[in-house]
């Protein structure tokens, strides 16, 4: 491997593989969009004993494997990341924590930190390229801890995660290395499952290969206002029951307990403790008092003060919402008003509100595409989430593709002919790629 002085920002990527985490990664690996930061760190839990008549440590051992974090911030583009994170997108079909208490919801993340000039290799063709050009280290039984999504109108929406591992790996790049995931049955790392890092995976990650997802930039955050809230202070701007604000604060953090058993120091499973916290502060300009009182907005509804639903959409400069986000159960922690010279009025409000894996905070995506179809003789597929419902429609070079073709799966009628499929929900649409339905 080629000697470094320096790491540069431009020589590092970051990939993530589906769950679960014990599996082959050759060819399922997902390059996050926008990565602003990123670091690993891990840290050794020692347990030291004394005894009495010495003036040494007699024993000085870790019983558990080291805690291991990753830490990445990346501007919002698409929904991609959330996906590889482990979030739901489906919108009001599912919570975004979808799936929290399923097994194997575990996967693994790669962090390439080059030696040479990611560009070089990023253009080639050559995936061999890689193994001259990146250090790898490899995270295995990769879990979310925690979630942060700042957004303000007219800049770009950042997100900062923090996921936990049970292992790591450090190693320069070589084809067929094995997964850094732990297979419980075997106690150990599992080696039957290899990696690799090819090209194809940065697609859309970069700007060296013009298929660029745009960061999303809101042009306006448009505010639904549940029909029976009475918050007493200044009105946001708007018109009934909508406002736009100027911007918004959503994070949450997930308790994990790490569960051990006898004859490993890896946990067989990281357990979410529920219900989970929720915290939300909008940021809006301030209008005219709105008349009320405390005791108006905290109403009991079954001896409990109520909460209420927001949903915020937010609206890029196509006049497209870009991501849709639901908070169910809000209830008002603290209101503050503000004004200074030369300045508009302002209101903050902060919420909190509880979440699990079927309520409390929902993610909505216009059509965002997971597997592209590929060329087969047999049916071609395409595998694709977002907003629920989605509609699917296939075509050929000669417009509608014939037979059932309004399915995620389409067996075509005619063979030697390309196919693609354009998916479509409520708040946009996708194409895939083209692909060829060939000949027995």
Not at 61 to 80: A, K, Q
Not at 243 to 262: D, K, M, P, Q, V
Request: aromatic share 10%.
């Amino acid at each position: 491997m080629a000697r470094t002085n320096r790491i540069t920002y431009g020589q590092c990527l970051i990939l993530g593989s589906p769950r679960p985490a014990v599996q082959s990664n050759e060819n399922n690996l997902t390059g996050l969009k926008r990565v602003q930061s990123a670091s690993v760190d891990f840290a050794f839990s020692r347990q030291r004993y004394k005894q009495i008549g010495s003036a040494d440590y007699v024993g000085d051992v870790n019983i558990t494997n080291p805690e291991i974090g990753l830490d990445v911030e990346y501007l919002y583009t698409n929904g991609t990341n959330e996906v590889v994170l482990g979030l739901n997108v489906e919108g009001s079909s599912s919570a975004v924590l979808s799936g929290l208490r399923k097994p194997l919801r575990d996967n693994n993340f790669y962090v390439l930190f080059g030696s040479g000039v990611n560009d070089e290799v990023l253009l080639t063709e050559s995936n061999s390229d890689f193994q001259n050009n990146f250090n790898v280290t490899a995270l295995g039984n990769c879990f979310l801890n925690s979630y942060s999504l700042q957004a303000q109108v007219g800049r770009f929406i950042s997100v900062n995660a923090n996921v936990s591992a049970d292992n790591i790996e450090v190693s320069p790049y070589t084809t067929g290395h094995s997964i850094p995931a732990i297979n419980n049955s075997l106690k150990r790392p599992d080696t039957n499952y290899a990696y690799k890092i090819k090209k194809s995976f940065f697609e859309n990650t970069t700007n060296q290969d013009g298929l660029v997802d745009s960061a999303l930039t809101p042009s306006g955050i448009k505010l639904t206002l549940p029909n029976n809230v009475n918050v007493p202070g200044l009105q946001v701007s708007g018109e009934g029951n909508t406002a736009f604000i100027n911007g918004l604060s959503l994070e949450f953090s997930i308790s994990r307990t790490a569960l051990y058993g006898f004859g490993t120091i890896y946990p067989y499973g990281r357990r979410a403790i529920l219900p989970i916290l929720g915290n939300l502060t909008i940021s809006a300009n301030a209008s005219e008092f709105q008349s009320g009182t405390l005791h108006d907005l905290v109403k009991l509804d079954n001896n409990q003060d109520r909460g209420y639903g927001f949903t915020f959409d937010f609206v890029g400069a196509s006049g497209a919402t870009g991501l849709q986000i639901e908070v169910e159960g809000a209830k008002m922690e603290n209101q503050g008003i503000s004004e200074s010279i030369g300045d508009n009025a302002s209101v903050d409000a902060s919420f909190a509100f509880s979440m699990s894996d079927t309520s409390g905070l929902k993610f909505s995506t216009p059509p965002l595409i997971l597997d592209q179809p590929q060329d087969s003789t047999g049916p071609l597929q395409v595998v694709a989430t977002g907003k629920h419902p989605l509609g699917y429609q296939w075509y050929n070079t000669s417009g509608t593709a014939g037979g059932d073709s309004t399915g995620p799966t389409i067996t075509p009628e005619a063979r030697n002919e390309d196919y693609y499929c354009v998916i479509t929900n409520d708040l946009g649409t996708a194409d895939s790629n083209w692909a060829k339905f060939e000949s027995l």
